[in-house]
């Protein structure tokens, strides 16, 4: 387990990490969310020792990294997939890590096969591609078999076979009943794979709970009705409270009201519906929904406001 208790991290007047306390458990894949600049690499670090946190304290199986006895066999990570000699083969930057962590030459073949560069071992790195270059990273995080492991943006690089497979390993990982940390800005595979959300903005904890409860406290339930009276319909949800927006031919989105109440208003007035289905937000959805104010780096779309002038443009109104 990773356990942090109010961890703190100062780079001179700026704050990275602001008291952030939170537990990551075996069992499960654990997501760690945030906008850019919400101090998620900061974090990762200040687990591995790293960094050293300005107050605060983090630990891993209840020690900090630093007295890890055997720190390969109890802990692997993958931060920066380009952290490689490119000098090296494969084989050999394995090799070099597992003599340094006094693990069997053996164990190198094994995870090479495991993340499938066994036909390239022997190739130097630096005519690796990126995905080649994080299959690489992983195995190196791997090598020791250790309890804990920690992934910064995994899938990087990678194909969508390779997405599938870091996903599936991820899982079986959990399963088995390690300790599985990762961070990633692609909410889809987010969705996909993990199974507990840890998301900070700004440095602090905004949310630490499973997935469906995070998508379920942070989005509005929608439900699509498909009619050929959707005028009709439209206006007695709306006399009722609904919102309601198009979604298509003969279709509309209907937000605020219970599905069995728009169920029961259609049948109390003789309106045929042909669909009535809930629209289940996506992780996405609810994310950018609770991250909206803790975004450090807003970027503009041509032909439109800029974010930050758009909400000045409306207080100033």
């Not at 008291?19 to 945030?34: I, Y």
């Not at 340094?100 to 495991?114: A, D, F, I, Y």
């Not at 987010?190 to 903005?201: P, R, S, Y």
Request: glycine fraction near 10%; proline fraction near 5%.
């Amino acid at each position: 387990m990773i356990e942090a208790i109010s961890l703190t991290k100062r780079y001179g007047d700026r704050l990275a990490v602001d008291d952030l306390s939170f537990a990551v458990k075996p069992g499960q894949v654990t997501g760690f969310l945030g906008p850019n600049g919400a101090g998620k690499s900061t974090t990762m670090r200040l687990i591995l020792g790293l960094d050293a946190p300005t107050s605060g304290s983090v630990t891993i199986e209840g020690k900090p990294f630093a007295a890890a006895a055997h720190p390969m066999r109890e802990v692997g990570a993958l931060l920066d997939a380009k952290a490689i000699h490119g000098g090296r083969s494969a084989y050999n930057h394995l090799l070099c890590l597992a003599q340094t962590n006094n693990l069997p030459k053996s164990r190198v073949g094994q995870v090479l096969e495991l993340v499938g560069l066994t036909e390239v071992a022997r190739k130097r790195s630096k005519g690796f591609s990126l995905g080649m270059g994080q299959r690489l990273g992983i195995a190196a995080a791997l090598l020791g078999d250790p309890r804990v492991l920690m992934f910064d943006e995994p899938v990087n690089g990678l194909d969508p076979e390779g997405i599938l497979w870091i996903r599936n390993l991820m899982k079986a990982l959990a399963t088995e009943g390690r300790t599985v940390f990762v961070s990633s800005h692609l909410m889809s595979e987010m969705e996909n794979t993990a199974d507990h959300l840890i998301v900070i903005g700004r440095g602090r904890l905004v949310a630490d709970c499973t997935v469906q409860e995070f998508i379920d406290q942070n989005s509005e339930l929608a439900i699509r009705v498909k009619t050929p009276e959707t005028d009709k319909l439209a206006a007695l949800l709306t006399g009722k409270g609904g919102v309601v927006v198009p979604d298509g031919d003969e279709a509309i989105r209907v937000t605020r009201l219970a599905m069995t109440e728009v169920g029961d208003l259609a049948f109390d007035n003789g309106i045929r519906v042909h669909e009535l289905s809930p629209i289940q937000a996506s992780l996405e959805q609810a994310f950018m929904e609770l991250t909206k104010d803790s975004v450090e780096y807003h970027a503009g779309v041509p032909g439109q406001p800029h974010p930050k002038a758009a909400a000045t443009q409306k207080v100033d109104a």
